[in-house]
């Protein structure tokens, strides 16, 4: 998932992107309670959640130790029952670009509720991510918006923008980015997770990755095995070292396919009324494919000056209604104003407004720093004519061309996900997940193999543990996390 975090370049959630450090609780005193690891906490976030925060130092490059030293937001939320706590479990945001401190402050009260007392609940923002140490790429606001981060084609199907995008975005990085910029990679976020451990006192981690956060955390299990305790993988996708985010970014065309049924029965559904968009859900298909089509050579006036409701604006904001169904409602609000003539649409902010710089330069920097891209345009413009007709609902988006084609050489090989180490991961995956479609999460089951349980869950949507999923993907998990019981096998939750 919907906010930058949800809409960085390939993966997302719900959890806001771009948070700032919580500030210290009004009220709050300026003395704090320091642990051995040195770090020095204070209240912060929303009143009543009882969330503190700190400052962890870390190296910008871990083969150089005593260079230059980045500042992470780290925050935690102490069990209140002590004689229940069993551990430390750290939330994993997604992304690349979620804010960990933030999604803390999200979902802390639920996740302390479900689980009893049993944890002390932890996370970050990663290096680039809100209140810790940022970069810069020096972006033109036209190129930081999420309709332009991604590579939507033009309305002929043309890629040539794309390409000029994408090439003056990574030379702008590369100019203004620095060594800092080139740190951002999963691999060091893992790094940085083991000296968060280190710096709490912890041998062992329990986790709770979603999205991006399950490619950190497999890759932390595959670095650190013997410091994982419960393991929590929500949402998976592809790990495939050859590929990593370029695999994600393809997958999202299937994702869509996936999940759009659901979306087209919500919306020819008799109940909605003033949201039904069809009489059948065979209708709303061709419905949205039309609209696009005609939003692409007629735009239309927005609530935004100088944003008109474009073809690409809407297949971006379908693509985000698709995390959940929650989302359905605004998105059939926009189609809605987009059919009638006398209605000015109000777009989504993540679809119209520029993102901050340190927020777009580290939603490519990740991607770009972690595997080497395809360079080659030509390649790229057969991808994209291939995938238009195979995948309308993604016009060929998922398989353009982007700022990593003109990234320099990533700095170490990806991680390759391995089968080796303790038998203490659980899988949640959604059935019909437009993000990290099911397909590509049995690929990281499979590369995982007998260190780890699935658990599917029938439905649609990104994210399932206490989000999209069911009252049973839901009791597995917690289960598993409270009493160390995974299911003997793979498990399907309908």
């Not at 060091?188 to 956060?213: C, H, I, P, T």
């Amino acid at each position: 998932m919907t906010t930058y975090g949800r809409t960085s370049l390939v993966l997302a959630l719900s959890a806001a992107a771009v948070a700032a450090t919580l500030t210290v609780a009004p009220g709050a005193t300026a003395s704090a309670s320091a642990l051995p690891g040195g770090l020095s906490w204070k209240p912060c976030g929303p009143a009543g959640l009882g969330q503190e925060c700190a400052t962890l130092s870390v190296p910008q490059d871990y083969a150089k130790p005593a260079g230059p030293q980045l500042s992470l937001a780290v925050s935690r939320i102490r069990s209140e029952r002590p004689e229940a706590r069993r551990g430390t479990l750290v939330v994993i945001p997604g992304g690349p670009g979620s804010s960990g401190v933030q999604r803390l402050s999200q979902k802390g009260a639920a996740l302390g509720a479900e689980l009893g007392g049993a944890y002390d609940l932890v996370a970050f923002d990663p290096r680039g991510v809100g209140g810790s140490s940022t970069a810069n790429c020096g972006l033109d606001p036209e190129d930081r918006r999420m309709v332009t981060l991604r590579s939507w084609p033009a309305a002929d199907g043309s890629i040539d923008e794309n390409v000029a995008r994408s090439r003056r975005t990574a030379e702008a990085c590369l100019a203004n980015g620095g060594e800092r910029l080139r740190s951002f990679t999963t691999a060091n976020q893992a790094r940085d997770l083991d000296r968060f451990r280190q710096a709490l006192g912890e041998e062992k981690l329990s986790a709770w990755g979603v999205s991006y956060g399950t490619y950190v955390g497999a890759v932390y299990a595959t670095k650190y095995p013997h410091r994982t305790d419960r393991w929590v993988l929500d949402s998976s996708a592809d790990p495939n070292p050859e590929r990593v985010a370029r695999g994600w970014l393809a997958d999202m065309a299937k994702g869509a396919e996936d999940r759009f049924p659901d979306f087209a029965k919500w919306a020819a559904d008799p109940a909605r009324a003033e949201l039904r968009l069809a009489e059948h859900p065979s209708d709303v298909r061709p419905l949205i494919l039309d609209l696009a089509t005609r939003l692409d050579h007629e735009p239309k006036e927005s609530t935004t000056p100088g944003v008109p409701l474009t073809g690409n604006i809407l297949r971006q904001a379908l693509q985000n209604a698709l995390y959940s169904d929650t989302a359905f409602a605004s998105f059939a609000e926009l189609v809605r104003s987009a059919q009638d003539p006398k209605s000015i649409p109000v777009l989504p902010a993540q679809s119209s407004a520029a993102m901050p710089d340190s927020d777009a330069a580290l939603s490519v920097a990740v991607i770009c720093n972690d595997v080497k891209w395809p360079r080659s345009v030509r390649a790229h413009e057969r991808a994209v004519a291939v995938d238009r007709a195979r995948h309308p609902l993604t016009a060929g988006m998922p398989v353009n061309m982007t700022p990593c084609s003109f990234w320099k050489s990533p700095a170490e090989k990806p991680t390759r996900i391995t089968d080796r180490g303790p038998s203490n991961i659980l899988m949640i995956q959604s059935l019909r997940d437009p993000s990290t479609p099911y397909t590509s999460g049995l690929k990281m089951r499979e590369a995982l193999g007998a260190r780890v349980r699935l658990v599917t869950v029938g439905q649609g949507g990104h994210g399932m543990y206490l989000g999209n999923g069911n009252a049973c993907g839901n009791a597995a998990v917690t289960t598993f996390l409270t009493a160390g019981e995974r299911p003997a096998g793979d498990v399907y939750c309908g």
